[in-house]
């Protein structure tokens, strides 16, 4: 029997700063209330959450051997991540971001650390068909894994698997991502709006749209208390989110609105019932600090989905 889910990607750890009494200036110091210690980097979040919701998560990457790598180890091997793919490297620092947050926004510094290292060397590719879909996570963070990202998309279709793409934010602001060459290889392309229209130059998602249509196969847009959109060669898809009274933080949203959106795909829900369950879980999310403080296990969730939304899973 075929494995879930393969995710290859980035790894740090989130240093969550809340209450943050003003914004940085150079040469004078703020001061936060809160702080939270947890794991952090959009694969990582997205493969923990997938393997709350009950799917089998296996993760490629990349740590330092430090004590910051061993965190992550412990946190993805907590949510039954298969981390055996995993690689320790002494001789990188395991990545950090530090993370300012303001109520539904937020400013991220971030040393890459290790992650800048993983390339397709690091990933079995011979071994992708043992799996069922693949998904990766930060394009723009991963500089060793870049000029690879149309054959590794390729070789995972050709082997049989579906695929996800969520490339998030590029801080250099350059969007050099090769669309044209590796989107007909990605089932489902998971960027936020702002993502995709600074990807495409763009100032309205039907540009956006009009600018990937003969390249991307489902483009799905995540648009926060807009809810979600997808896009399909002139097809449009809406689904309304879920808004609650209980925030308490954004980070991590999008990355587990994919697991709820992926998880309900591998079940073979419609494409509508897996944007309405991404949405669900993007919501809950934000009712835990950090991108997995909502998560813990399936029966957890449940509970959660019931008990806020009046939702039965």
């Not at 489902?188 to 600018?211: G, I, R």
């Not at 489902?218 to 997808?230: D, E, F, N, P, Q």
């Not at 991108?291 to 989905?305: E, I, Q, R």
């Amino acid at each position: 029997m075929k494995k879930d889910v393969l995710v290859t990607g980035e790894l740090n750890v989130d240093i969550l700063l809340n209450k943050v009494r003003g914004f940085p200036v150079i040469g004078q110091e703020i001061l936060a209330d809160e702080m939270t210690f947890t794991l952090g980097s959009s694969s990582a979040i997205f493969a923990s959450n997938l393997a709350s919701l009950g799917i089998g998560t296996s993760f490629c990457g990349i740590v330092g051997n430090d004590i910051f790598g061993k965190y992550i180890l412990s946190e993805l091997n907590d949510k039954k991540v298969d981390t055996r793919l995993i690689t320790e490297e002494s001789k990188y620092q395991t990545g950090v971001t530090i993370i300012l947050n303001y109520e539904q926004d937020r400013a991220n510094v971030t040393h890459c650390g290790a992650m800048e290292h993983f390339n397709v060397s690091n990933i079995p590719v011979d071994e992708l068909s043992q799996y069922r879909h693949l998904h990766l996570s930060s394009f723009f963070l991963q500089k060793g894994l870049q000029k690879d990202i149309v054959r590794l998309f390729k070789t995972a279709r050709e082997n049989g698997l579906s695929t996800s793409l969520d490339i998030q934010w590029d801080p250099a602001n350059e969007w050099a991502f090769p669309y044209k060459q590796c989107l007909p290889y990605v089932d489902f392309f998971l960027p936020n709006e702002a993502e995709v229209l600074a990807l495409t130059d763009t100032a309205q998602l039907s540009d956006a749209f009009d600018v990937l249509d003969a390249f991307a196969n489902t483009i799905v847009v995540k648009r926060g208390v807009h809810g979600a959109l997808a896009y399909s060669k002139g097809t449009y898809t809406e689904a309304e989110p879920y808004l609650h009274s209980l925030f308490v933080d954004a980070i991590g949203a999008g990355d587990s609105f994919n697991a709820g959106f992926i998880s309900s795909y591998l079940q073979g829900k419609s494409l509508q019932e897996s944007l309405m369950f991404g949405n669900l879980t993007g919501a809950i999310n934000t009712t835990g600090s950090g991108g997995t403080g909502a998560f813990s296990d399936l029966s957890s969730f449940v509970k959660k989905a019931r008990t806020i939304f009046n939702i039965e899973i």
